[in-house]
């Protein structure tokens, strides 16, 4: 039966490669949809799950997540440094770290933080040491610069009409173990040296920072010009560093993460309470007035509501094609299988049981549309991964595609239907009469 | 080897206002054999469909060796016409990308009665046929190579009853004299019971025994063969 249905198959091997191949497309569509929302959303709460909580200026719950997980360039607005502190000698508050951002070097965000948060936020270098002086950075795992290597941050990226900054380069001394986040593609500096650039010290002017933030997309400290920077740099008396007149920098300046008295406005800060009861007092107590408190989780759970809902769309997008699929190929069956009532009329004739006549419509059927299943599978596999590896160069988010074990039913219910469907043809065949197949 | 016997058979089709056949009595006994000829339409083709319990009959009874075919069901009328009957068409019905054994073997394999013997029953009658490359696809055949495949396909069940439709109809005439002249030896040394139905004179003249249909009637019998 095998041997005859090959022969039939390569008969028709040009129709029946279709089939399959319509089949698998149709399939892949479905399987890449799902797929694909699953790894957005696991690479997505991958990335999140460092930070605990986020405390940034009142405004948009969803950018703040965005800005400080997923590096997202946007001009956040910034709360007082105040909160900083605060935070830092909050007894519930493990530790806190500031992110500020703004710069860039080429496509990578530069962003300045501790080395509290570096320690956290990945498995420690790959090569290297983190920074520990202001003019040093350590890279994300997939930063490509060699060590050694020198950045010169860029306000803003090219595209947007950036400036270079000239008062600081930085000096790669280490890279990070990749994370799977954003973050892999970041280039992390020490927060002062991010400030000192910006001409931040511990004086501050509101207004000077409303009209800056308009300029910078990506303004993440005040995003003060150099020849804008009427105030001279300083700092606080702990770093014994207090005269900075025209930004001028000293990169071997040892860094101080001591955040007494008087800090530049921030964007964002990254908590990590010592309990989950201190974590949602927190969040209580930092969502009022000018600041907001999040938790990353939360705002992507929300998120991924919306998501759920597009993916909704799309897969009934792709079950609708996939039915189109299904409907086409029954009536092309169908009609192939009233062209065939002679060889089926025949080998009745010659003595093949009709349930032989089932078995062979229903086996070449079924054979072509799970190979087409199959095939769609990993067309729709691969084709998640090809998306998913542009993304990653794109933004550095590692996004994880592969099956789960709910997708065995899918998979089990998408075979099973087919396997019916495939029924259809066969049944009329078997109910077909030798002799009027015979006669036509 | 069988014998066949009809009785008060009538075959009727809607919107034909006369029966296509219509036979009262008739009986071939076993080992006989029997040539059946007839203008088209004459009700030929309709008398070896209801033989070979292609198509169901509807009134009256054909019994071959006391088999009633019409009390059976569809699928032990197919398991019996595997068994008993082996039938060579005009249009071969053999099937492309299959080699000529496969060929012979097919049916018998899809009822699953192929064993090692068939296998060599099948490569013998492919020497007796006279075709030495058992492997070779049919559609690269003669006509006249392709009807011998299909011969040996019919009796290699080794069938109690022949029944060959027009078989050398669509030969030409050479061909035609060789398929002829393996149908009756074969059925004479395989003692099958066997029935040609055929308007080729050559094939017709061999056969003792006729019958001709004339308007699904049996208008003329010659020899011993009752009315």
Known sequence: ?440 | MLDLSIEAVEVTFPGLATPALSIDSFHLPAGGHLAVTGASGSGKSTLVNILTGLERLKKGTIRWGGTDIASLSESRRDRWRGETIGLVMQDFHLFEGLSALDNILLPARLARVANAATVERARELLTIVGLSRPEQKVETMSRGEMQRVAVARAIVRKPAVIIADEPTASLDSESGAQVAELIVTLAEREGSTLMVVSHDPALIERFDNRIRLVGGRIAQADAQVAA
Not at chain 1, 49 to 67: C, R
Not at chain 1, 138 to 148: C, E, S, T
Not at chain 1, 207 to 225: C, L, P, R, V, W
Not at chain 1, 273 to 298: C, H, M, N, W
Request: proline content about 5%.
């Open chain 1, 1 to 440: 039966m095998i041997r005859f249905i090959l022969a039939d198959l390569n008969r028709f091997r040009l129709g029946a490669f279709f089939i399959a191949a319509i089949v698998a497309l149709a399939v892949a569509l479905g399987v890449a949809v799902t797929l694909q929302e699953r790894a957005l959303r696991l690479g997505s709460a991958r990335a999140a799950e460092k930070f605990d909580l986020i405390v940034g200026a009142a405004g948009s719950e969803t950018q703040l997540v965005l800005s400080s997980v997923f590096l997202q360039p946007s001009a956040l607005p910034l709360m007082t440094g105040k909160v900083l502190s605060d935070l830092e000698a909050d007894p519930r508050v493990a530790w806190a770290a500031p992110i500020g951002f703004g710069d860039f070097f080429g496509t990578s965000p530069i962003v300045g933080t501790t080395t509290t948060l570096v320690k956290n936020l990945s498995a420690g270098v790959s090569e290297g040491a983190i920074f520990a002086r202001e003019g040093e950075a350590v890279i994300g795992a997939d930063v490509k610069l060699p060590m050694g290597s020198t950045v010169k941050p860029m306000h803003g990226t090219l595209g947007e009409g950036g400036h270079t900054h000239t008062e600081l380069a930085y000096t790669v001394v280490g890279r990070l173990k990749p994370t799977g986040s954003a973050w892999d593609k970041a280039i992390l500096v020490p927060i002062r040296a991010v400030w000192d650039i910006h001409g931040l010290g511990h004086h501050h002017d509101d207004g000077d920072a409303d009209e800056h933030d308009h300029d910078h997309a990506a303004a993440g400290a005040d995003a003060a010009k150099p020849a804008d920077a009427k105030e001279p740099a300083g700092h606080d008396d702990h770093d014994g560093h207090d005269e900075h007149e025209h930004h001028a920098i000293d990169p071997n300046q040892a860094i101080n993460e001591q955040w007494q008295g008087e800090l530049p406005d921030l964007p964002a800060v990254v908590v990590k309470p010592k309990s989950i009861a201190d974590a949602y007092k927190l969040r209580q107590q930092y969502r009022k007035d000018a600041t907001l408190a999040v938790f990353p989780g939360e705002v992507l759970t929300t998120l991924y509501a919306t998501l759920g809902d597009v993916k909704q769309v799309l897969s009934a997008v792709a079950a609708g094609a996939q039915l189109l699929v299904g409907a086409a190929l029954i009536l092309v069956i169908v009609m192939h299988i009233g062209q065939r009532r002679k060889q089926i009329g025949a080998l009745r004739a010659f003595g093949a049981p009709r349930e032989a006549v089932f078995g062979i419509v229903w086996l070449e059927l079924f054979g072509l549309v799970a190979t087409g299943i199959m095939a769609g599978l990993v067309l729709g596999y691969l084709a998640a991964r090809v998306i998913a590896a542009r993304l990653a160069a794109d933004s550095g988010f590692h996004m994880p595609v592969g099956f789960a074990p709910e997708d065995m039913t899918s998979i089990s219910i998408l075979l099973i239907a087919s396997a019916l469907l495939c029924a259809l043809p066969a049944i009329i065949a078997y109910r077909q009469p030798p002799a009027s197949a015979l006669r036509g």
